[in-house]
């Protein structure tokens, strides 16, 4: 990876925009004929889209339609249209990612006669929505298409190459503490690459809380994605060695993308030069769910290294959300930039009125004027996010593999206490090590430590406390039978969503399919365990109270810290901020004046996000 110094909050101001002909096929395909709006479509990469990107969003990078995986005699055209919608924003100070399907193929044409295509374990082809099929990460075919597509993206005026959906082969469902269905591609090539490795054969049944050839195959697929997706970063390095690599790291945190996709965020992250996370993580305050990408970005931190992190945040899922308010445009922004992350503006794939539109449409100036004045807000105050190390006083320490392993055991832990600081208005971070934690007040783990891992402040074990001695534990053996027979159902239902029209409306009316999108970690623990919890911390500076929930960061750069405040509440709210002893600084915020402060504390009502800039002590 070769570091792109331009990459960087305030200065990197990124949209999606997947749009033109190729984007209107693909809403009709993978949304079974749904209604899409062609001219704001193909609008979006005119003169008047790019203008609208440029001038009213102030971005300065957009991710443009590529390659959908239509066969070539379909999709040629789309290769023109990205090449004279890159020759535009070029004009218009935009550089272009080219988006590239990485996993999967559309089944016609000439696609029909590939044989590139994954396989389960019966041998059937794998979908990927409507219309698609997951394609073998091992096949050679498939690895050359990929190669032709980076070639000529790069021919065609791509500034970066952005591989969406890096996922291996079948998804395991997981419903009520079980794993249902296969993982991966069962094709003779997978499964003789598997046996020559590791001398077994791939797992029909996906326990990795038990199984130790479970838990091998798994890193291997997650190792095979790395290799394969290092092999084609550096083929488009070859060829362009400004180029910037990104990829689709899709809801990582929240989900075991692990285990479901194949995807090691921190051995992806050393391939790309800035790491791109989609969740559906769109900040809202619900009283006893606090929905938020906090989390993931704060975890992405941890297991990143070095390379930025940049994010996009769904509400309900693609096909599912109307245009955003402008607040709450705003508020992604900010939590985003806040922790650390480079916001990736949702511009695409929205329904309105049950007809897929764009961002740039005529009808949503209001938002992006409300995403321009932020983008540009953080241009003039870029040189705050450079430099820093965060310095928030407690740490949560990353459960490591044993998160994806037992996740119905760790993930109601790890998710419960941070939502619990989150809440609370309580500054934290999350650490792989508690060697990384030494600087810090209290250590937070899920399980008890060696006391042999030195760390001089307080730690909190949260198995130890009362409400926080289990999680969910893995769902109880069920017969064979019975197992096999709600296995079957759940998948033969899932596989229908994909092929019947019936079945889609179904689903989509009762609202099932975001039983699998939405995390139910975004709901706070009881009230008794976080009190708990917190009480057990004690009192930690600085802090935050509100009537709703803060969002606190707490960064410092060189003898400079900085407290980072963003407000989760629907209006603006009073906060109040707590130091450890009488500090003096200034308030900077969107649409208001610089306000200097000097006290053991200080109250001002919060509208979205400010940053308190404090002098050294």
């Not at 535009?88 to 550089?95: E, L, N, P, Q, T």
Request: aromatic share 14%.
């Amino acid at each position: 990876m070769i570091h792109k110094s331009h990459i960087f909050i305030g200065n990197h101001r990124p949209v999606y925009l997947w749009a033109g002909p190729g984007t209107i096929r693909m809403n009709r395909l993978k949304f079974m004929g749904a209604p899409v709006d062609e001219a704001a479509h193909l609008e979006a990469y005119t003169e008047e889209g790019a203008d609208r990107v440029a001038s009213e969003m102030g971005c300065n990078w957009a991710y443009l339609t590529y390659n959908w995986g239509f066969p070539p005699e379909i999709e040629e055209a789309d290769w023109i249209v990205f090449q004279k919608a890159a020759e535009i924003y070029h004009k218009h100070g935009v550089r272009v990612f080219a988006y590239i399907q990485t996993s999967n193929a559309v089944f016609a044409g000439s696609h029909r006669s590939r044989e590139w295509y994954a396989r389960d374990p019966a041998g059937r082809l794998i979908y990927y929505y409507t219309g698609r099929y997951m394609t073998c990460w091992l096949h050679p075919e498939w690895q050359a298409h990929l190669r032709e597509r980076i070639r000529e993206a790069i021919r065609y005026g791509a500034d970066g190459i952005f591989f969406d959906n890096p996922w291996y082969g079948a998804q395991p469902l997981y419903l009520d503490g079980r794993w249902l269905g296969p993982a991966g591609c069962y094709c003779p090539r997978c499964r003789a690459a598997f046996r020559q490795a590791w001398g077994l054969e791939i797992p029909r049944r996906i326990h990795p809380q038990r199984d130790e050839g479970v838990r091998l195959y798994l890193r291997w697929r997650a190792q095979t994605v790395s290799h394969v997706l290092a092999a084609l970063a550096e083929e488009a390095r070859s060829l362009k060695p400004d180029v910037v690599i990104s990829a689709n790291d899709f809801d990582a945190v929240m989900r075991p993308s692990f285990l479901i996709y194949g995807i090691d965020l921190a051995s992806l992250a050393r391939i790309q030069d800035v790491l791109m996370i989609e969740s559906f993580g769109l900040p809202r305050w619900e009283g006893v769910r606090l929905v938020n990408n906090a989390v993931t970005v704060r975890t992405a931190r941890a297991l990143a290294g070095n390379t930025p992190i940049s994010t996009i945040a769904y509400d309900r899922g693609i096909g599912f959300d109307e245009v955003y308010p402008p607040r709450r445009f705003q508020q992604f922004i900010a939590e985003a930039v806040a922790c650390g992350a480079i916001p990736v503006i949702k511009g695409t794939e929205f329904v309105s009125k049950g007809v897929f539109t764009v961002l740039t449409a005529p009808a949503y100036s209001r938002e992006r004027k409300a995403i321009g004045d932020y983008h540009r807000w953080l241009a003039e105050h870029a040189d705050l996010f450079l430099g820093r190390e965060n310095a928030a006083p407690v740490v949560l320490l990353y459960p490591g593999d044993a998160l994806w392993i037992e996740w119905p055991r760790m993930a109601p832990l790890y998710f419960g206490a941070a939502q619990t600081l989150l809440a609370a208005g309580i500054p934290w971070r999350v650490v792989r090590s508690p060697e990384e934690a030494a600087k810090a007040a209290v250590l937070v783990s899920l399980e008890p430590l060696s006391p042999a891992m030195g760390f001089p402040g307080r730690r909190v074990v949260l198995q130890e406390l009362r409400g926080w001695r289990s999680g969910i534990r893995a769902g109880a053996a069920l017969p064979l039978s019975v197992a096999a027979l709600w296995e079957g159902f759940a998948l033969r239902l899932y596989r229908s969503y994909f092929r019947s029209r019936w079945t889609r409306r179904w689903i989509d009316r009762l609202g099932l399919v975001h039983f699998f999108l939405q995390s139910p970690y975004f709901r706070l623990p009881s009230a008794s365990a976080r009190e708990t919890l917190i009480g057990t911390i004690g009192p930690v500076f600085p802090r935050v109270a509100a009537a709703h929930p803060v969002l606190i960061e707490v960064w410092r750069r060189g003898a400079e810290e900085q407290i980072h405040l963003v407000n989760y509440a629907e209006t603006p709210q009073e906060v109040t901020i707590y130091f450890e002893a009488p500090r003096r600084g200034v308030r900077l915020s969107p649409y208001e004046p610089v306000a200097p402060f000097e006290g053991s504390y200080l109250a001002f009502v919060l509208d979205v996000y400010s940053i308190l800039v404090l002098e050294p002590n």
